[in-house]
């Protein structure tokens, strides 16, 4: 028996040519975390396919992207369409499919969707009661279905799933790579996009908590505090969060360089550490104290 | 002479005579004053094997350079005895007006031998002496003697210190106290009451001369202003109470007689609580500018003195923590005079035997971890020497010796006395400090927690640095206690010997350098230790408590970490390494001979001025 298809011979397609109308401006060049939404999805692929198709709108602008690029023939006819011109400019027999608007990736399960397409022309995700078509794995062998349905103008991929061997995943086997379903969530509006920056944000920062003795507790009348800070965050940066969180602290406790003179700091009770520098990590319990521990 | 006056004061309280001799001046440049010149009187004054109860056992009150200047923290005295709890040397210090009135009789040190054929206060109004009744006085705190003696000599300028109740009963742990400040380790206080010496009170004129008046006033300002920087937001903000929580957090509050390092609900107790709920003022020594006294509203209404290692003492080492309780015990053992880190050490020691059945009459009396009645009750026994409280009176050592059993294994003392608030085992510098201090278990004459506390070592761990911070830390602690300048101006100098060397210059006109103070620092150490080893110290008193060796933490950050018996003895050898003493810890000839020891005139008595 054939082993399991990998996404190492296997090509990715990534939609951008939709109208993003309700966005209000191209989702491909939304940014997201310092770089535009397509740039990111695409770096994630190309880590594991074998190769990258974008679909884009004819006349649709793109930067300069490190990858093979198709065009709609006819703009904004849907996701049929796209996926019919990414499967015809692929150059493998299996294609993961997705919009470009997804920026939580669950390389995990895109890799299981794949290998799941051994006996079958489709493999689409069920979640939540819908079929995610725009995040699922097909054959090229689809391709004169697809043909048929754009010009009959059956404009949803699902018409395609009765007629193949469509392999549905349920939802408990998604659950066990990707618990929340992020991967099938895409930003359709600003306020979309503005939760998905955030959800964005916390998923990738740590958590600190900071206990205040002495002279900090006194001035913010505040025992406890805890921050979220970017991953690889430094002392400094946990000082300056504090100083913005309770600004009784600045200019007594806490100055641009870091502790004023008189303050030090203790991490989970351990080492005691002045030097802004430090890393911290997600879960640290920081003390701020004074430095004289004379009685 | 300037910053001195190149005498002492000497009186026999046996036959009522007043001598003033001569200190040379190659002795107060060697040895400074204070816990200095204090303890190389001692060495002079003490007969070898002196009973410390004995007529012979010196009491010495030593000034210092320092005092009167106006320099910021250096209104401070020293106490200097044979102590009556650990046979080996006690230097206490205490502060405030009575320190300037000290140096105000035109004196650098008073020595008092003999014992008065009944109670009696002695009034030193410049050269005239004279020797009072004190009968009225028996069995008055500190303070109500200190008020009672201020009314009837009819001078506002009359400063006093005295002994309460436990002096007067020679408890071995009792204090000297003034203007409610203690001279409180080592029992200074039973010397004071075994003398038949109530009070000593002071009025004096002479004036402090200093070299380079212009120079150190501008010291001063720039002492000043330091000691008002955040350096000294812990003195100043919330006093040393601050340390409890910060101490309970990281594993290092002695709890139950050192059976744990946390306590459980210290929240009440700790300095931010008792700053938010208790509260009642601020107040500082003479001539302070931190002015790190916080008095707190006791129960019935009145105020209480509180600093950390009365309120660790008395709470978390008792088990006790309602704040209210532990401000009323702290209120007992200011009215008796009593030491409140041995007075809860002692009681942590009985409460223990308690539980394991070894001491019933502690049961009888209430003593039991976490009941307050039975503290208030055991602190009166103690002060007069009263049912259980005359075996409590005589410390933890001694009271375990009696006691007999395993009673010795939990007797938190090292010579003697009492350990204070630093867990040891998650301390491991501060461990080695404690085991080696010649005054036994203490925090002052050694900071090396400092270093712990610093991330300049792990504390958790032991290592061959050690010897070395610790002799460093005693030297710098010897060094500030002869000038003296309170230790928690400590960290306000940026190169303290050098500094502290041009302000010594600058009062005394010498051309002290940096390095001098140094080795002068590195002197009064060693003369403290060769006092001990002439009163009979051996290596085995260098040593902890057998409970800190043969027991983990059980909580907190701490939990699992030891102090093993070998470990201890490595941090021992690095310390008597880094001392230049040999293996077993005796000075060498030779290393006297480095520090000049035999030569600035230790042994050489003063010579008589007037008598």
Known sequence: MESNPTPADASAVVLVGGKSSRMGRPKALLPFDGEPLIVRVLRALKKMFAETVVVAAPDQDLPILPTMLARDEVAYQGPVSGIY????????????????????????????????????????????????????????????????????????????YDKVRTRKIPQEEIRRIDPEGLSFLNMNSPAEYEAALQLWNKRNSISVSVELFGVARLLTKTQLVSLDLAQGATLAEVFSALAEKLPALAGRVINSEGLINGYTCNINGLNFVRSPNAKVSSGDKIFILSADAGG | MYGFYG?????????????????????????????????????????????????ANPLIFASAPLVGTGLTTTAKYAVVTKSPLTGFIADSLSSSYFALELKRIGVDALIITGRAATMTYVFINNHHVEIRSADHLRGKSPLDTESMIRAELQSPSVRVAAIGKAGETLVRFATISNEGRHAGRGGVGAVMGAKNLKAIALSGNCPTEVADANGIEKIAGVLRERSLSSLTDKYREMGTVANLAVFNRLGTLPTRNFQQSTFDNAEALTGESLTENNFSRKHGCAACTIRCERLFKALDGAEQRMEYETLFALGPLCGIRDPGAVLQAAQLCDLYGLDSISTGGTLAWAMECGEKGFLPEAQKLGLRFGEPEGVFAAIAAIAERRGIGALLAEGSRRAAVEVGGDSMYWAMHVKGLELPGYEPRSLKTMALGLAVSPRGACHNRSGAYEADFSGEVDRFSTDSKRGSLVAESENFAATLDSLIVCKFLRKCFSDFYQEAAEVLSKVTGWDYTGAELKRAGERIHTAKKLFNVREGWQPEDDWLPQRLLGETLPTGVGAGVGLSPDELRQMIQSYYRARGWDDHGYIPESRLAELNLPQVAMHRKCAVIRQ
């Open chain 1, 85 to 160: 011109h990414g499967l015809k400019a692929a150059t493998k027999d299996v294609c993961f499919v997705t919009s470009c608007d997804a920026p939580f990736l669950n390389l995990q399960l895109i890799a299981h969707l794949v290998a799941q397409i051994s006996d079958h022309d489709v493999v689409v995700p069920y979640w939540q009661e819908r079929f995610q078509p725009l995040h699922a794995v097909y054959r090229t062998s689809v391709l004169p279905l697809l043909k048929d349905q754009l010009e009959r103008g059956e404009l949803r991929p699902i018409f395609l």
């Open chain 2, 7 to 55: 005498r002492l004061l000497h009186l026999d309280l046996t036959t009522g005579e007043s001598v003033w001799r001569e200190i040379e001046e190659v002795r107060l440049r060697a040895f400074l004053g204070g816990i200095g010149l204090g303890s190389s009187l001692l060495y002079e004054y003490a007969a070898t094997g002196v009973d410390p109860f004995s007529l």
